[in-house]
């Protein structure tokens, strides 16, 4: 009875044996932060450090959690070991060459904690909690700026320095992971919602339209070049409609947009 009551409530559950997380999606989300705060950032080597921290985060949270969530938690105990001991030697690294992030590892925590909130909940799949997923990914942005231009010292308030085309880009990251994030929904666990496909393709209208007006804030005509990542989202969102499409596949169509504005958002706003 629980499982099937985790099941209709969206909880997944990790998989025993395997130290790779199952939700494959959530590398992207991962993954186009990561590219867009290092474009933007001032260069540093400390920069590769962090982007490689910032990848191996995402497994160590997602197995924190299973720990702390699932009965018999020595089943994820191994992956979880596995991924500090990768992560750790990154993290130290960082927190000594900027001390400041170890505020930045206090919002991080406190996120963490949110989503454990949802996790015992068996809620894990709700848009609350992919929205506190989705903040953690933007933050990258604008805090991998700040390892560039910072360099030392306690105090994280000169991120509010950055120049705006970095603000912009998290702006755009932030409405294109929200993007997937409806879309894939409304074609797999809301796919008997109508509401969720409205919202998608609303959304997808609005993000086009939010675009259009960073691109004209920025310049024409190579602001315009934003542009290209939301008419394929929009096109997509009317494009793609059919529930019975594998999600793998579907997940597979979400990557050109991520590409997309991986490429045209240091073109756009540099």
Request: glycine content about 6%; aromatic content about 10%; charged content about 15%.
């Amino acid at each position: 009875m629980a499982d099937r009551q985790s099941a209709r409530r969206g909880a997944t559950r990790p998989p025993r044996k395997s130290v790779v997380p199952p939700q494959h999606g959530a590398w992207a989300f991962v993954g186009l932060p990561v590219v867009l705060g290092t474009t933007f950032a001032p260069w540093t080597p400390l920069l590769l450090v962090a982007a490689v921290g910032w990848v191996l985060a995402y497994p160590l949270s997602y197995f924190t959690i299973a720990v702390l969530r699932y009965p018999r938690p020595e089943r994820f105990r191994k992956a979880w070991l596995t991924w500090l001991a990768a992560a750790a030697p990154f993290g130290v690294v960082m927190v000594i060459s900027r001390p400041w992030l170890v505020f930045v590892g206090l919002f991080f925590a406190v996120a963490l904690a949110l989503n454990l909130v949802f996790a015992r909940r068996r809620d894990e799949r709700s848009v609350s909690n992919d929205s506190i997923f989705i903040l953690e990914c933007v933050a990258i942005v604008p805090v991998s700026w700040g390892i560039g231009a910072i360099p030392s010292g306690w105090s994280p308030a000169a991120i509010n320095q950055a120049p705006a085309s970095v603000w912009w880009a998290s702006i755009a990251c932030l409405i294109v992971l929200i993007d997937s994030t409806l879309h894939v929904k409304s074609l797999i666990r809301e796919r008997n919602n109508p509401r969720y496909r409205l919202g998608s393709r609303a959304w997808s209208i609005a993000g086009l339209l939010v675009a259009l007006a960073i691109a004209l804030s920025t310049g024409a005509p190579r602001g315009l070049l934003l542009l290209i990542p939301f008419v394929f989202l929009l096109v997509r969102a009317f494009a793609v409609s059919d529930p019975k499409m594998k999600p793998s596949r579907i997940g597979l169509l979400e990557l050109p947009g991520f590409v997309l504005l991986a490429i045209a958002a240091p073109l756009a706003l540099a």
